[in-house]
């Protein structure tokens, strides 16, 4: 897999706040209050999945999903 990309998937959380991401075709998941934290946490998460004997993807993409509800 080394040479590839990995995509996470961030929504925001419209009731409580913060955001969730979630690794596509990976057991990788996390959360953060901001941003900033969203994107450090994403990392840690990443790192800590891929160790020392497995082929790293050399990309992290963020893909943020919004959901929007309109009246009808």
Same mark, same amino acid.
């Given at each position: 897999m080394s040479g590839t990309e990995i995509i996470f998937e961030i929504t925001e959380d419209e009731v409580d706040g913060g955001y969730s991401a979630s690794a596509l075709?990976?057991? #990788? *998941?996390t959360?953060?209050?901001?941003?900033? /934290?969203i994107r450090r946490n994403v990392r840690e998460a990443f790192d800590c999945y891929f160790d020392e004997t497995m082929e790293?993807?050399?990309? #992290?993409?963020? *893909?943020?999903?919004?959901? /929007?509800?309109?009246?009808?």
């Open positions: 075709g990976y057991g #990788i *998941h959360q953060g209050d901001s941003l900033d /934290e790293r993807p050399n990309v #992290i993409r963020l *893909h943020f999903v919004r959901d /929007e509800t309109m009246a009808t």
